[in-house]
């Protein structure tokens, strides 16, 4: 049994999100970037297809992407 846990939820839409999650497949540990939907108001969060899984290794790279990528961002007149 796996033993998912809720980091962040950030807004797409009134009716999508992407919910940043720890979650676990055979034994290992990634962090899952997933983009959920719903159809009721935002009562029930389904996922879909759309996502991407980060495993620990590569989390050095992908922060020093969001760095970079903030710093460009800022930097947009």
Excluded: C, H
């Excluded at 990634?30 to 159809?39: F, P, Q």
């Excluded at 108001?41 to 903030?70: F, Q």
């Amino acid at each position: 049994m796996s033993d998912n846990k809720l980091l962040a939820t950030i807004p797409r839409s009134a009716t999508e999100q992407v919910q940043v999650q720890i979650n676990e497949f055979k034994g290992k540990k990634y962090l899952d970037l997933r983009i959920y939907y719903t159809t009721d108001s935002g009562n029930t969060w389904n996922p879909t297809k759309k996502g991407v899984a980060i495993y620990p290794e590569n989390l050095p790279a992908l922060k020093d992407a969001l760095e970079i990528a903030k710093k460009e961002l800022e930097n947009i007149d």
